[in-house]
């Protein structure tokens, strides 16, 4: 299982950023329910920010009402819409899938908000 973790940039406070995360395998792309975002800002632990499961979605307090969590219709990529960005949303942000008793992770896609 390969995620493909993309959209992170440098943008400032009050900005907006959409990060994409596709699953695939051998080359293609398949359907997967539940997918969650984590983040690790500098010198700080990895946290968890939001999952998605069907339809049902979760976020972390501090972006609530900030960060929106899709997918589209063929399940096999979710976005993460950020609006609103502060300073402390800068970090690498993470996919991440739970599957058959393993978690797979992307790459990475680095976030910076400037104040």
């Known amino acids: 299982v390969q995620l493909q973790a993309s959209g992170g940039g440098v943008v400032q406070a009050g900005g907006s950023l959409r990060l994409a995360c596709t699953a695939s395998a051998s080359g293609k792309r398949f359907k997967v329910n539940s997918f969650a975002w984590y983040r690790q800002g500098p010198g700080k632990e990895r946290e968890l920010v939001a999952t998605?499961?069907?339809?049902?979605?979760t976020y972390v307090d501090s972006v609530k009402g900030r960060f929106t969590f899709s997918r589209d219709g063929a399940m096999n990529t979710v976005y993460l819409r950020m609006n609103s960005l502060k300073p402390e949303d800068t970090a690498v942000y993470y996919c991440?899938?739970?599957?058959?008793?393993?978690?797979?992770w992307g790459q990475g896609t680095q976030v910076t908000v400037s104040s």
């Open positions: 991440e899938v739970p599957l058959a008793g393993f978690r797979y």
């Open positions: 998605i499961s069907g339809d049902s979605t």
